[in-house]
């Protein structure tokens, strides 16, 4: 087929990170591509990114293999959270039933620096067993998605911070604070002050937009509980941007077109 009749080359970007958004902002504008990034819609008012949009999930690895083969899908790149790791493993699977060349994007974790008083730990319930030994009020930022781990702490206060309000089951002794990044570190400061913080708990989602919490901690001598993030699925090429990952998009497809 001639370049000038060949469609558009469709990627589909498993999104709803900032990663995913500039990725989408590079790819849409070109002509050749057809970008289309899917949300898992768990945000009430998502920033859209460019291109076309879906929301919700796809049913598990056989339903996202459906969708890669009923919409003709070229590429295939996971630039979800981190700790995203059910739709990972979707993806893996999906992309080696449907032979669709996959990508994941994922951004450099946070690396403890001279004064920083962390206790990593591989999961939320391990964080939640090391807080009693550690403090009694909690900043807790990993999501309002996993505060169910927390809810047997009945001696310890917590402060939660989330986009949308959290559901039920969470710790009886809980405000929570409604709010999206990036922070600031003057703000961390305070708010670290105001509440008399004494703990953070934390998930390694690594970038910039959320770190100022962890140089708050450091400067006031708190100690850091953080989660380690999931692996990516075996196998799976890993960028740490979307400017790599959109040279890999261009590179494959100019491989599959000189073939």
């Given at each position: ?27 849409a ?52 959270h ?20 996959l ?81 600031t570190l ?74």
């Open positions: 087929m001639p370049d000038a009749a060949r469609p558009p080359r469709h990627v589909l970007i498993l999104g709803g990170t900032t990663e995913a958004r500039r990725l989408a902002a590079g790819l504008p070109e002509p050749s591509l057809r970008v289309t990034t899917s949300l898992a819609g768990r945000v009430a008012a998502p920033r859209l990114p460019a291109g076309e949009v879906r929301i919700g999930g796809f049913g598990g690895p056989e339903g996202l293999t459906r969708w890669l083969r009923e919409h003709a899908v070229d590429a295939l790149i996971d630039a979800t981190p700790f995203a790791d059910t739709i990972s493993c979707s993806a893996a699977q999906a992309a080696a039933t449907a032979h669709v060349p990508l994941a994007v994922r951004r450099p974790g946070w690396v403890p620096g001279p004064g920083d008083t962390w206790h990593q730990v591989t999961s939320l319930d391990e964080a939640a067993a090391a807080l009693p030994a550690l403090g009694t009020r909690i900043f807790l930022t990993t999501g309002r998605m996993g505060l169910s781990h927390f809810a047997h702490l009945t001696d310890l206060w917590f402060l939660v911070r989330s986009v949308d309000a959290p559901e039920p089951p969470y710790p009886p002794r809980m405000t929570t604070l409604l709010d999206r990044g990036p922070f003057d703000g961390e400061r305070e708010l670290l002050r105001a509440h008399r913080i004494d703990v953070l708990v934390t998930k390694d989602s690594g970038a910039a937009a959320t770190a100022a919490k962890l140089t708050a901690a450091r400067e006031a001598g708190v100690p850091v509980v953080v989660v380690q993030r999931p692996p990516v699925p075996e196998g799976v090429p890993v960028v740490a941007g979307p400017d790599e990952a959109a040279n890999w998009v261009h590179r494959i497809f100019s491989e599959a077109n000189s073939r």
